[in-house]
């Protein structure tokens, strides 16, 4: 198999799978200011490389600002994002902030570290956001995250609730994207080590091996390798929601519900054997910088 195709494939896959969430969407508009956050991941590294792309074919200008949070994490080596940074060209800033030593005190002993990680990351991110002038976040998540965080909080949240690709912050003053919410973790793996990421370990989270989301995510590659297509029927099911076969009053009038004496194509049907149905196709964005390259394939190599 020649293995240099086989990057190239991979590459035409991101940039299009990518491309389509920001036009599905609307991620990313003339004029915006996109700060897209780095932890020192493959994800983030990912999302920043494949940004960098999109942005030079791009028929409308945005601009990039990298943005790292150092928490002060022992042994974080310092070095490593700047000089990757410095040597692509890509504008950024290292915001110093030491939440490390405030999750390491809180937190008791072998409890999970995230939520209190991220509500401070978050709270931080947001505030950079505002005097950085950056009219979109841009966070690395990928479709397993969205598959894994589904799962999770219907096992321990009691919620039909996913990971949506575009969101007002907490704060209400942020909008934030996931322009990677079409993309499958296992082509990110590979395509990290295409590109030769200098990956940094979290020492937090990353290091906890009885995190729910790390058992959850296990499950969902098991059933990867085990039933093909399982996946991605999932992930389709989230643009495929039919709320009167759900149970949710808020979303469908059940106590109003009459008898019409018209026949229903779902009827009392609970399950469809027959092929899925594709997802529902995205409403055509007028003016969005990135309708055009939605079906022209991304040539790589640029």
Same mark, same amino acid.
């Given at each position: 198999?020649?293995?240099?195709?086989?990057?190239?494939?991979?590459?035409?896959?991101?940039?299009?799978?990518?491309?389509?969430?920001?036009?599905?969407?609307?991620?990313?508009?003339?004029?915006?200011?996109?700060?897209?956050?780095?932890?020192?991941?493959?994800?983030?590294?990912?999302?920043?490389?494949?940004?960098?792309?999109?942005?030079?074919?791009?028929?409308?200008?945005?601009?990039?600002?990298?943005?790292?949070?150092?928490?002060?994490?022992?042994?974080?080596? *310092?070095?490593?994002?700047?000089?990757?940074?410095?040597?692509?060209?890509?504008?950024?800033?290292?915001?110093?902030?030491?939440?490390?030593?405030?999750?390491?005190?809180?937190?008791?002993?072998?409890?999970?570290?995230?939520?209190?990680?991220?509500?401070?990351?978050?709270?931080?991110?947001?505030?950079?956001?505002?005097?950085?002038?950056?009219?979109?976040?841009? #966070?690395?998540?990928?479709?397993?995250?969205?598959?894994?965080?589904?799962?999770?909080?219907?096992?321990?949240?009691?919620?039909?609730?996913?990971?949506?690709?575009?969101?007002?912050?907490?704060?209400?003053?942020?909008?934030?994207?996931?322009?990677?919410?079409?993309?499958?973790?296992?082509?990110?793996?590979?395509?990290? *080590?295409?590109?030769?990421?200098?990956?940094?370990?979290?020492?937090?989270?990353?290091?906890?091996?009885? #995190?729910?989301?790390?058992?959850?995510?296990?499950?969902?590659?098991?059933?990867?390798?085990?039933?093909?297509?399982?996946?991605?029927?999932?992930?389709?099911?989230?643009?495929?929601?039919?709320?009167?076969?759900?149970?949710?009053?808020?979303?469908?009038?059940?106590?109003?519900?009459?008898?019409?004496?018209?026949?229903?194509?779902?009827?009392?049907?609970?399950?469809?054997? *027959?092929?899925?149905?594709?997802?529902?196709?995205?409403?055509?964005?007028?003016?969005?910088?990135?309708?055009?390259?939605?079906?022209?394939?991304?040539?790589?190599?640029?």
């Amino acid at each position: 198999m020649n293995i240099e195709l086989e990057n190239h494939k991979l590459e035409k896959r991101l940039c299009r799978e990518v491309g389509r969430a920001i036009v599905d969407h609307n991620m990313i508009e003339a004029g915006d200011r996109v700060m897209v956050c780095l932890s020192g991941g493959k994800d983030s590294y990912a999302m920043l490389d494949i940004l960098l792309k999109l942005q030079a074919r791009a028929p409308v200008d945005f601009e990039l600002i990298a943005v790292n949070l150092d928490q002060k994490q022992p042994g974080f080596p *310092e070095h490593v994002l700047p000089e990757y940074l410095t040597k692509l060209g890509v504008k950024f800033h290292i915001e110093n902030q030491d939440t490390y030593s405030i999750v390491k005190r809180v937190i008791p002993e072998g409890k999970t570290l995230c939520s209190l990680c991220s509500r401070l990351r978050r709270g931080i991110l947001y505030r950079v956001a505002g005097e950085l002038g950056a009219t979109k976040i841009a #966070l690395g998540h990928h479709r397993d995250d969205i598959l894994q965080t589904l799962l999770l909080n219907m096992f321990f949240g009691a919620k039909l609730k996913g990971m949506p690709p575009k969101l007002v912050s907490d704060d209400g003053r942020n909008v934030v994207i996931r322009p990677m919410a079409y993309v499958p973790e296992k082509d990110l793996v590979r395509w990290a *080590e295409v590109r030769q990421f200098p990956i940094i370990p979290c020492t937090l989270c990353g290091s906890q091996e009885n #995190l729910q989301r790390k058992q959850v995510g296990n499950l969902l590659r098991e059933w990867d390798a085990k039933f093909p297509g399982r996946i991605e029927n999932m992930f389709t099911a989230l643009q495929n929601v039919v709320p009167s076969h759900l149970m949710d009053r808020s979303l469908f009038p059940f106590e109003t519900l009459r008898a019409t004496g018209e026949a229903s194509e779902d009827g009392d049907k609970a399950f469809d054997e *027959e092929p899925c149905a594709p997802p529902m196709p995205a409403s055509p964005a007028e003016g969005n910088p990135f309708q055009a390259r939605a079906v022209i394939p991304i040539t790589a190599g640029h």
